[in-house]
């Protein structure tokens, strides 16, 4: 029996100490659910593969959350495999790619608390840990109650999604830009054009007016000598 245990001693040894997991990390492997209020809000598959880790994500189709509360959840539930993990000393991470093109990943960390519960981080999002509590394989999201939101009332407005929210800041009015006022263009009343100077003839094209001569005066009548009548 002794012997037995030093090889199993020596073959431990012989692995390099990063790619030994730790007996927390081996059992982390199992279904976990975060659980609030009595609902299992969603719930995490972890798998071992090799020295990284692996698994499956199952949510709501969607829901609204400010990090701590959860409301406007819509069902079915989805199911997503991980795009990748690795294992992180005693934590086991799993990421899902966000398909939208320039946007950050989801990215979870698993943490063995005790055997019956595991802390989740939320990598990126600035959230507290969550405290998921294991479950049996396949376990159902729920029960959930339409208009229902769990974990108290929620703080942050904003559309459905799956990410937590962070609230926008308040929209600002526009500012109103008076419009200057363009004072009409004065147009200055048309100028009249220069008076012409008047036309005259050419001095080869005047001619001369005919003058009328006075008429003649008649001579003084020639008086004789006197007739004499009845000498």
């Given amino acids: 029996m002794i012997r037995r245990l030093l090889i199993v001693l020596l073959m431990l040894l012989a692995v390099p100490a990063a790619a030994q997991p730790t007996l927390a990390g081996r059992l982390l492997e199992g279904s976990w659910a975060l659980r609030v209020e009595g609902a299992i809000i969603m ?21 609204r959350s400010d990090g701590v509360r959860f409301g406007n959840i819509v069902m079915p539930a989805t199911t997503r495999r991980a795009d990748r993990g690795q294992a992180i000393g005693e934590w086991a991470e799993i990421i899902f790619d966000d398909p939208r093109p320039n946007e950050e990943p989801d990215q979870f960390r698993f943490r063995l608390l005790a055997p019956d519960r595991a802390e989740l981080l939320y990598v990126g999002t600035g959230l ?19 208009g229902a939101v769990y974990g108290g009332p929620l703080t942050t407005p904003g559309p459905v999604t799956q990410r937590p929210v962070v609230a926008p ?15 009409p263009v004065q147009t200055p009343p048309p100028t009249p054009p220069p008076a012409l100077p008047p036309i005259l003839p050419r001095p080869e094209q005047v001619r001369p007016v005919p003058q009328t001569p006075p008429p003649a005066e008649e001579p003084p009548p020639v008086q004789g000598p006197p007739v004499m009548i009845g000498r």
């Fill in 43 to 63: 719930r995490f598959d972890l798998e071992r593969q090799g020295e990284g880790w692996g698994g499956a994500w199952t949510k709501p189709t969607s829901f």
């Fill in 128 to 146: 507290p840990p969550f405290i998921l509590e294991r479950v049996a394989a396949g376990a159902p999201l729920g029960p959930f109650t339409e």
């Fill in 169 to 183: 800041p308040p929209a600002q009015a526009p500012v109103q830009t008076p419009t200057p006022t363009v004072p």
